[in-house]
């Protein structure tokens, strides 16, 4: 029997040569530097949106808009706004509706006195208090000299502007949320004089000269102001104790 002469087997991957793709290294530089710039954004987003949690100062000027009307009149503390004082219910809706979003539509009488139409002030005080609060029309005075002329055949109040006494601003300082519930610490700032100016605080901000909790509740796309308190002690800034603790050393006169 004949023997055959058999060639060794060549292994396939001999004479393969692997070429260099010239374009490999920048495309990979490509890559790696998307990557990096997406982990850089990823960074900034991250930091931004900490901030956004940290920083609610645009939420508090809008609590502050809110209850500029109520607060400018120092209110005694309730916790339910049927127990309110009528005529405050109706002067806090009427301030709140002229600093609504119609107040550019107000016009003014030959005696500069702004005119607003008593819907305007019933639409403000459901929205601030709730539908169930039902206001009582009528004219009224304020710090004995503004006086707020209510017409009844037009159903329009005048009220002046041009002579207004200075009167408290808030400044939210905290905001805890629960549920719908919204409670807010708000310091009392008197109004900007020169005084007021000269013990403002290193940031230029008057110290408030007082502290109040002012209760909200979230209805829709609006929010109800459901109560006021005092603010508890445990609660007080550091400057409000110093204050209190000021006055109680104080020899009476």
Same mark, same amino acid.
């Given at each position: 029997?004949?023997?055959?002469?058999?060639?060794?087997?060549?292994d396939?991957?001999?004479?393969?040569?692997?070429?260099?793709?010239?374009y490999?290294?920048?495309?990979?530089?490509?890559?790696l530097?998307?990557a990096?710039v997406?982990?850089?954004a990823?960074?900034i987003f991250?930091?931004?949106?900490t901030?956004?949690?940290?920083?609610?100062?645009?939420?508090?000027?809008?609590f502050?808009?809110?209850?500029?009307?109520?607060l400018?009149f120092?209110?005694?503390p309730?916790?339910?706004p049927s127990?309110?004082?009528?005529?405050?219910?109706?002067?806090?809706?009427?301030?709140?509706?002229?600093?609504? !979003?119609? $107040?550019?539509? &107000?016009?003014?009488?030959p005696?500069?006195?702004v @005119?607003?139409p008593? =819907?305007?002030?019933? %639409?403000?005080?459901?929205?601030?208090?709730?539908?169930?609060?039902?206001?009582?029309?009528?004219?009224?005075?304020?710090?004995?000299v503004?006086?707020?002329v209510?017409?009844? !055949?037009t $159903?329009?109040? &005048?009220?002046?502007v041009?002579g207004?006494?200075g @009167?408290y601003?808030? =400044?939210?300082?905290? %905001?805890?949320?629960?549920?719908?519930?919204?409670?807010?610490?708000?310091?009392y700032?008197?109004?900007?004089?020169?005084?007021?100016?000269?013990?403002?605080?290193?940031?230029?901000?008057p110290e408030?000269?007082?502290?109040?909790i002012?209760e909200?509740?979230?209805v829709?796309?609006?929010?109800?102001?459901?109560?006021?308190?005092?603010?508890?002690?445990?609660?007080?800034?550091e400057?409000?104790?110093?204050?209190?603790?000021?006055?109680?050393?104080?020899?009476?006169?």
């Amino acid at each position: 029997m004949e023997k055959t002469n058999q060639a060794p087997r060549r292994d396939p991957a001999e004479g393969l040569h692997y070429r260099k793709n010239k374009y490999a290294a920048p495309v990979g530089g490509i890559f790696l530097f998307l990557a990096a710039v997406g982990l850089v954004a990823v960074g900034i987003f991250c930091v931004r949106f900490t901030q956004s949690l940290l920083d609610n100062t645009r939420e508090k000027q809008k609590f502050e808009q809110i209850i500029t009307p109520v607060l400018m009149f120092d209110p005694l503390p309730f916790e339910s706004p049927s127990d309110v004082n009528p005529l405050f219910l109706l002067q806090s809706s009427l301030w709140s509706a002229m600093l609504g !979003e119609k $107040r550019a539509s &107000y016009q003014e009488d030959p005696l500069e006195r702004v @005119m607003v139409p008593a =819907s305007d002030v019933d %639409v403000a005080c459901a929205r601030l208090y709730g539908p169930d609060v039902k206001l009582e029309h009528q004219t009224f005075t304020i710090n004995y000299v503004d006086n707020y002329v209510y017409d009844e !055949e037009t $159903r329009t109040y &005048y009220v002046p502007v041009t002579g207004q006494v200075g @009167m408290y601003t808030p =400044s939210v300082e905290r %905001v805890v949320k629960k549920g719908d519930v919204y409670t807010l610490t708000v310091g009392y700032l008197q109004p900007t004089t020169a005084w007021t100016q000269a013990t403002a605080d290193k940031d230029g901000k008057p110290e408030a000269d007082k502290y109040m909790i002012y209760e909200l509740k979230k209805v829709k796309d609006h929010y109800q102001l459901t109560a006021i308190r005092d603010l508890p002690s445990e609660l007080l800034p550091e400057y409000g104790q110093q204050v209190q603790a000021d006055s109680a050393a104080q020899p009476a006169a």
